[in-house]
Protein backbone atom coordinates (compact mmCIF):
# COMPACT_ATOMS: atom_id res chain seq x y z
CA UNK A 1 0.00 0.00 0.00
CA UNK A 2 0.80 3.36 0.63
CA UNK A 3 1.05 3.64 4.03
CA UNK A 4 4.97 5.38 4.09
CA UNK A 5 7.05 4.75 6.92
CA UNK A 6 3.38 3.80 9.45
CA UNK A 7 4.67 0.39 9.51
CA UNK A 8 2.01 -0.17 12.16
CA UNK A 9 -0.75 -0.47 9.43
CA UNK A 10 0.45 -3.63 8.61
CA UNK A 11 0.09 -4.98 11.95
CA UNK A 12 -3.66 -5.09 12.03
CA UNK A 13 -4.30 -5.88 8.29
CA UNK A 14 -5.62 -9.49 9.17
CA UNK A 15 -8.33 -7.31 11.10
CA UNK A 16 -9.03 -4.50 9.06
CA UNK A 17 -9.41 -7.43 5.92
CA UNK A 18 -12.31 -9.32 8.01
CA UNK A 19 -14.60 -7.28 10.33
CA UNK A 20 -15.52 -10.75 12.04
CA UNK A 21 -11.57 -10.62 13.28
CA UNK A 22 -12.86 -7.83 15.52
CA UNK A 23 -16.56 -8.72 15.84
CA UNK A 24 -17.51 -12.07 15.46
CA UNK A 25 -20.55 -13.31 13.81
CA UNK A 26 -21.49 -9.49 11.98
CA UNK A 27 -22.77 -9.30 8.92
CA UNK A 28 -22.68 -5.66 7.80
CA UNK A 29 -20.44 -2.99 8.25
CA UNK A 30 -21.54 1.28 8.19
CA UNK A 31 -18.60 2.83 6.53
CA UNK A 32 -18.45 6.75 7.03
CA UNK A 33 -16.23 8.76 5.02
CA UNK A 34 -16.13 12.52 6.84
CA UNK A 35 -14.29 15.31 4.97
CA UNK A 36 -11.25 16.62 6.39
CA UNK A 37 -11.10 19.86 4.12
CA UNK A 38 -10.81 22.87 6.15
CA UNK A 39 -10.39 26.71 5.09
CA UNK A 40 -6.48 27.02 4.90
CA UNK A 41 -4.54 28.48 7.41
CA UNK A 42 -2.72 31.83 7.04
CA UNK A 43 0.36 30.33 4.65
CA UNK A 44 1.60 31.46 1.17
CA UNK A 45 0.57 29.08 -1.72
CA UNK A 46 4.60 28.36 -1.83
CA UNK A 47 5.91 29.01 1.40
CA UNK A 48 9.76 29.74 1.86
CA UNK A 49 12.44 26.80 2.25
CA UNK A 50 12.45 27.36 6.15
CA UNK A 51 8.83 26.78 6.78
CA UNK A 52 6.78 23.36 6.47
CA UNK A 53 3.55 22.65 4.95
CA UNK A 54 1.47 20.78 6.85
CA UNK A 55 -0.85 18.25 5.68
CA UNK A 56 -4.82 19.43 5.50
CA UNK A 57 -5.84 16.34 8.25
CA UNK A 58 -3.44 17.38 10.74
CA UNK A 59 -5.10 20.99 11.08
CA UNK A 60 -7.32 22.12 13.64
CA UNK A 61 -8.40 19.62 16.37
CA UNK A 62 -6.90 15.96 17.10
CA UNK A 63 -9.41 14.48 14.37
CA UNK A 64 -8.88 11.16 16.18
CA UNK A 65 -10.82 12.50 19.29
CA UNK A 66 -13.74 14.07 16.73
CA UNK A 67 -13.95 10.60 14.84
CA UNK A 68 -14.60 8.98 18.05
CA UNK A 69 -17.53 11.13 19.53
CA UNK A 70 -19.54 11.09 16.08
CA UNK A 71 -18.92 7.25 16.00
CA UNK A 72 -19.61 6.61 19.47
CA UNK A 73 -23.07 9.38 19.00
CA UNK A 74 -23.77 6.99 15.63
CA UNK A 75 -23.59 4.11 17.51
CA UNK A 76 -25.40 5.34 20.56
CA UNK A 77 -28.36 6.65 17.82
CA UNK A 78 -28.28 2.75 16.40
CA UNK A 79 -28.53 0.66 19.70
CA UNK A 80 -31.67 3.23 20.45
CA UNK A 81 -33.12 2.51 17.02
CA UNK A 82 -32.79 -1.76 17.59
CA UNK A 83 -33.85 -0.86 21.57
CA UNK A 84 -37.25 0.81 20.15
CA UNK A 85 -37.64 -1.67 17.60
CA UNK A 86 -38.08 -4.47 19.91
CA UNK A 87 -40.02 -2.60 22.81
CA UNK A 88 -42.39 -1.17 20.26
CA UNK A 89 -44.78 -2.26 17.50
CA UNK A 90 -41.77 -4.04 15.06
CA UNK A 91 -41.50 -7.26 16.85
CA UNK A 92 -43.80 -8.79 13.72
CA UNK A 93 -40.86 -7.49 11.61
CA UNK A 94 -38.31 -9.60 13.84
CA UNK A 95 -39.99 -12.47 14.14
CA UNK A 96 -41.08 -12.75 10.20
CA UNK A 97 -36.94 -12.15 9.55
CA UNK A 98 -35.86 -14.99 12.00
CA UNK A 99 -38.46 -17.18 10.61
CA UNK A 100 -36.71 -16.93 7.38
CA UNK A 101 -33.27 -17.38 8.73
CA UNK A 102 -34.45 -19.99 11.33
CA UNK A 103 -33.99 -23.03 9.32
CA UNK A 104 -30.52 -22.96 8.31
CA UNK A 105 -29.31 -20.76 11.42
CA UNK A 106 -29.18 -22.25 14.97
CA UNK A 107 -28.67 -18.94 16.88
CA UNK A 108 -31.39 -17.70 14.63
CA UNK A 109 -34.19 -20.43 15.55
CA UNK A 110 -33.25 -19.33 19.53
CA UNK A 111 -33.66 -15.84 19.14
CA UNK A 112 -36.99 -16.69 16.92
CA UNK A 113 -38.27 -18.51 20.19
CA UNK A 114 -36.84 -15.80 22.50
CA UNK A 115 -38.77 -13.01 20.34
CA UNK A 116 -41.76 -15.08 20.21
CA UNK A 117 -41.86 -15.54 24.07
CA UNK A 118 -41.18 -12.10 24.39
CA UNK A 119 -44.02 -10.63 22.43
CA UNK A 120 -46.66 -13.25 24.20
CA UNK A 121 -45.31 -11.92 27.66
CA UNK A 122 -45.35 -8.54 26.87
CA UNK A 123 -49.09 -9.02 25.05
CA UNK A 124 -50.09 -10.35 28.96
CA UNK A 125 -49.02 -13.85 28.69
CA UNK A 126 -47.64 -14.45 32.11
CA UNK A 127 -46.99 -17.85 31.40
CA UNK A 128 -44.51 -16.84 28.42
CA UNK A 129 -42.03 -16.40 31.15
CA UNK A 130 -41.34 -19.86 31.65
CA UNK A 131 -40.41 -19.88 27.73
CA UNK A 132 -37.99 -17.40 28.55
CA UNK A 133 -36.64 -18.84 31.66
CA UNK A 134 -35.94 -22.21 29.24
CA UNK A 135 -33.80 -20.45 26.76
CA UNK A 136 -31.52 -19.24 29.71
CA UNK A 137 -29.05 -22.35 29.59
CA UNK A 138 -28.76 -21.64 25.58
CA UNK A 139 -28.09 -18.30 25.74
CA UNK A 140 -25.55 -18.59 29.31
CA UNK A 141 -23.53 -21.34 26.58
CA UNK A 142 -23.73 -17.87 23.75
CA UNK A 143 -22.08 -15.71 26.34
CA UNK A 144 -18.78 -16.59 24.94
CA UNK A 145 -18.73 -15.90 21.06
CA UNK A 146 -22.02 -13.96 21.35
CA UNK A 147 -22.09 -11.48 24.59
CA UNK A 148 -24.46 -8.88 22.78
CA UNK A 149 -26.76 -11.53 22.04
CA UNK A 150 -26.66 -13.02 25.70
CA UNK A 151 -27.00 -9.26 26.92
CA UNK A 152 -29.95 -8.32 25.33
CA UNK A 153 -32.02 -11.42 26.42
CA UNK A 154 -30.96 -10.98 29.84
CA UNK A 155 -31.91 -7.87 30.03
CA UNK A 156 -35.86 -9.36 28.71
CA UNK A 157 -35.64 -11.88 31.19
CA UNK A 158 -34.87 -9.20 34.18
CA UNK A 159 -37.42 -6.93 32.51
CA UNK A 160 -40.02 -9.63 32.93
CA UNK A 161 -38.98 -11.02 35.96
CA UNK A 162 -39.57 -7.57 37.48
CA UNK A 163 -43.54 -7.29 35.67
CA UNK A 164 -44.28 -10.21 36.58
CA UNK A 165 -43.85 -9.49 40.74
CA UNK A 166 -40.62 -11.61 41.33
CA UNK A 167 -38.64 -9.00 41.98
CA UNK A 168 -35.42 -11.13 44.00
CA UNK A 169 -34.54 -12.39 40.86
CA UNK A 170 -35.20 -9.27 38.24
CA UNK A 171 -32.50 -7.43 40.67
CA UNK A 172 -29.86 -10.83 40.46
CA UNK A 173 -30.14 -10.56 37.01
CA UNK A 174 -29.94 -6.63 36.50
CA UNK A 175 -26.74 -6.77 38.66
CA UNK A 176 -24.90 -9.30 36.59
CA UNK A 177 -26.13 -7.42 33.24
CA UNK A 178 -24.44 -4.70 35.18
CA UNK A 179 -21.46 -6.20 35.42
CA UNK A 180 -20.91 -7.95 32.04
CA UNK A 181 -21.82 -5.26 30.66
CA UNK A 182 -18.73 -3.21 32.39
CA UNK A 183 -16.62 -5.62 30.32
CA UNK A 184 -18.08 -4.89 26.83
CA UNK A 185 -19.42 -1.20 27.38
CA UNK A 186 -18.53 2.20 28.34
CA UNK A 187 -20.61 3.10 31.54
CA UNK A 188 -22.50 6.01 29.44
CA UNK A 189 -23.65 3.05 27.11
CA UNK A 190 -27.73 3.69 26.53
CA UNK A 191 -27.76 0.11 27.69
CA UNK A 192 -25.59 0.24 30.92
CA UNK A 193 -27.99 3.50 31.57
CA UNK A 194 -30.73 1.43 31.03
CA UNK A 195 -29.77 -2.07 33.66
CA UNK A 196 -28.76 0.77 35.75
CA UNK A 197 -32.79 2.12 35.98
CA UNK A 198 -33.79 -1.06 35.60
CA UNK A 199 -32.17 -2.34 39.16
CA UNK A 200 -32.84 0.60 40.19
CA UNK A 201 -36.91 0.36 39.87
CA UNK A 202 -36.36 -3.40 41.38
CA UNK A 203 -34.35 -1.96 44.71
CA UNK A 204 -37.07 0.68 45.02
CA UNK A 205 -39.71 -2.05 45.00
CA UNK A 206 -37.90 -3.95 47.23
CA UNK A 207 -38.03 -1.02 49.37
CA UNK A 208 -34.24 -0.81 48.92
CA UNK A 209 -34.19 3.31 48.62
CA UNK A 210 -31.11 3.31 49.86
CA UNK A 211 -29.52 1.33 47.01
CA UNK A 212 -31.74 2.65 44.61
CA UNK A 213 -31.14 6.38 44.87
CA UNK A 214 -27.40 6.38 44.21
CA UNK A 215 -27.99 4.14 41.47
CA UNK A 216 -30.41 6.84 40.07
CA UNK A 217 -28.28 9.27 40.18
CA UNK A 218 -25.74 8.05 38.49
CA UNK A 219 -27.81 7.04 35.90
CA UNK A 220 -29.56 10.79 35.81
CA UNK A 221 -26.33 12.20 35.30
CA UNK A 222 -24.86 10.03 32.93
CA UNK A 223 -27.99 10.38 30.30
CA UNK A 224 -27.66 14.11 30.83
CA UNK A 225 -23.86 13.72 29.73
CA UNK A 226 -24.22 11.21 26.45
CA UNK A 227 -27.82 11.87 25.38
CA UNK A 228 -28.63 15.45 26.51
CA UNK A 229 -31.34 16.09 28.94
CA UNK A 230 -34.12 16.25 26.47
CA UNK A 231 -33.70 13.00 25.03
CA UNK A 232 -36.59 10.57 26.03
CA UNK A 233 -34.24 8.23 28.50
CA UNK A 234 -32.83 11.35 29.88
CA UNK A 235 -36.42 12.30 30.88
CA UNK A 236 -37.56 8.63 32.06
CA UNK A 237 -34.45 8.38 34.50
CA UNK A 238 -34.99 12.05 35.36
CA UNK A 239 -39.14 11.17 35.69
CA UNK A 240 -37.57 7.96 37.82
CA UNK A 241 -35.46 10.14 40.09
CA UNK A 242 -37.93 12.39 40.94
CA UNK A 243 -40.62 9.70 41.97
CA UNK A 244 -38.18 8.58 44.31
CA UNK A 245 -37.65 11.74 45.45
CA UNK A 246 -41.25 12.20 46.63
CA UNK A 247 -41.46 8.90 48.27
CA UNK A 248 -38.40 9.50 50.27
CA UNK A 249 -39.98 13.25 51.18
CA UNK A 250 -43.49 11.57 52.07
CA UNK A 251 -42.08 9.47 54.66
CA UNK A 252 -39.10 11.12 56.14
CA UNK A 253 -36.54 9.20 54.58
CA UNK A 254 -34.58 12.17 52.61
Known sequence: GYAGDMAYMSRSADRRADVRAVVPGARSVVVTGPLYNTVPPYTPEDPPPDRARIARYAWGDDYHEILKARLDALRLSLIELDLSAERTGKAGEQIAMLEAQAPEDATAALRLRSAKAWLAFSSGDQHAITELEALRPDYDALMAEQPAR?????????????????????????????????????ERDVRSILAMVGLAQGLWLAARTDEALPLLLDADWLARETLGSEHDISLTVAAELAGLYTVLQKYGDA
Not at 152 to 176: C, D, K, M, N, V
Open 150 to 186: YLQFAERLAEAYRTAGRIEPSIALFRELLQRQSMLYS
